[in-house]
């Protein structure tokens, strides 16, 4: 099972930018899609944001405009480049894999963002 890490998470004002990474332990080349979850202290987690090996992404409503998921397979990482953050940005960000032939997913540890007023 690929191993998931994530980093560049930390305390950011509202309206800067962050990079969360994640680094995969093996080849991203043949998962079918990779991505960021979200949770926040008492809430559900939430989907953020979904790229798939043929480049195709999807986005939340709530982070159009100003998140960009994108992957580099050559150094078998996805990022998360993050502008214009609000305070509802703060949570936990969880980068996950996903592959359908066979089924299975992978979590990474999760990183913190949290976004000052």
């Known amino acids: 099972q690929v191993q998931l890490v994530e980093s560049g998470g930390g305390l950011v004002q509202a309206g800067g930018s962050l990079r969360l990474s994640c680094a995969a332990s093996?080849?991203?080349?043949?998962?079918?899609?990779m991505g960021w979850y979200r949770q926040a202290p008492g809430k559900q987690r939430e989907l953020v944001t979904t790229?798939?090996?043929?480049?195709?992404?999807n986005y939340a409503d709530s982070v159009k405009g100003r998140f960009t998921i994108s992957r580099d397979n050559a150094k078998n990482t996805v990022y998360l480049q993050m502008n214009s953050l609000k305070f509802e940005d703060t949570a936990v960000y969880y980068c996950?894999?996903?592959?359908?032939?066979?089924?299975?997913?992978?979590w990474g540890q999760g990183t913190q963002v949290t976004v000052s007023s």
């Open positions: 790229i798939t090996s043929g480049g195709s992404t």
């Open positions: 996950y894999a996903r592959k359908v032939k066979p089924i299975w997913t992978s």
């Open positions: 093996e080849s991203i080349s043949s998962i079918n899609a």
